[in-house]
């Protein structure tokens, strides 16, 4: 008997989080078609069961539902709007769910758009970095039509744990936005302490296993206190990245009259991390701002990637 719940995907965009994202989709038994610029990407998926597309329309073809994790607005947009792109190729009564993080206004004319050509867009960022991604452990922040979240469902069971409808359409990503607005500021703090205890010759380690005990636990202590403490800068959410999601967040609160002074100081930070060619690196590697203006040089300076 035909297994009903098993589906034919069209992924495009196999970059840090995407390759591992398809890759829980193929694992869950679903039939992928996979596209990306980068050749060497989509070879990688080809060795674990994909069949490859040489370009969006093809990956759009014949397919249950398009998924896209690409970089920023503009390649969204790209893929959707340009030549061949999907409003061209995704037939009508066809799936899309957008799972980059992007702009919530830019989401929103392009669900609007895609919907006057009869097809449903999700907006679907998701949280939890590579590792969430590798494991299928994703918190997934979807905006749309209930509709399209039900026939999403399955696709994204399989690669998150945590599925959140949170609104219509740019919901998703205004609510990824807060979120990244919160990591942000949150790693920020965690600096100024490290920063403080180190200067007051306090241990680091000592110091925040008491912090996670305690009202000032957060993910961010946790997960990358270690590798700031431990001076590794190499692995995690990218500080590009990171300002891409900041840009994106003091865009929506301009464009809401929203001040956000906090957010606008840590995005200064982050420029300065970046301007110091700490842009690839992981985006603990703040810290090193906070070495830079301290004067402090210890076993949490962190190496500036090449
Ligand atoms: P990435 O740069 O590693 O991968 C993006 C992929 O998209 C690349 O393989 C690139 O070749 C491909 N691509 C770019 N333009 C394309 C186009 N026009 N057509 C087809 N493919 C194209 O990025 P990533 O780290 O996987 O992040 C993807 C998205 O997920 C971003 O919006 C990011 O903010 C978000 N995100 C990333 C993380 C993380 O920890 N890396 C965590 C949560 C959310």
Known sequence: MTDTTKGRVGFIGLGTMGREMARNLIEAGHALTV??????????????????????????????????????TPHVEEVVRGSGGLLQTIPRGGLFVDMSTISADATRRLAADLASAGIAMLDAPVSGGPLGARNAALSIMVGGEDEAVARAHPYLEAMGTTISHVGIAGAGQTVKLCNQLVCGVN?????????????CGVDLDQMRNVLLGGSASSWMLDKLGPAMIAGDASAGFRIDLMLKDLRLVLEMAQSQAVPLPATSLVTTQYLDARAHGEGSNGNQALFKVYDRMSGQRSGAVLDVAP
Do not use: F, H, K, W
């Not at 040489?54 to 398009?66: L, P, Q, Y």
């Not at 920020?188 to 200067?199: D, F, H, K, N, V």
């Open 35 to 72: 596209y990306d610029v980068d050749a060497s990407a989509i070879a990688g998926l080809v060795g674990q069961g994909a069949s490859a597309a040489g370009s969006v329309g093809e990956a759009a073809a014949d397919v249950n539902i398009v998924i896209t994790m690409l970089p920023d």
């Open 187 to 199: 790693l920020q703090a965690i600096c100024e302490a490290l920063a403080l205890g180190r200067a």
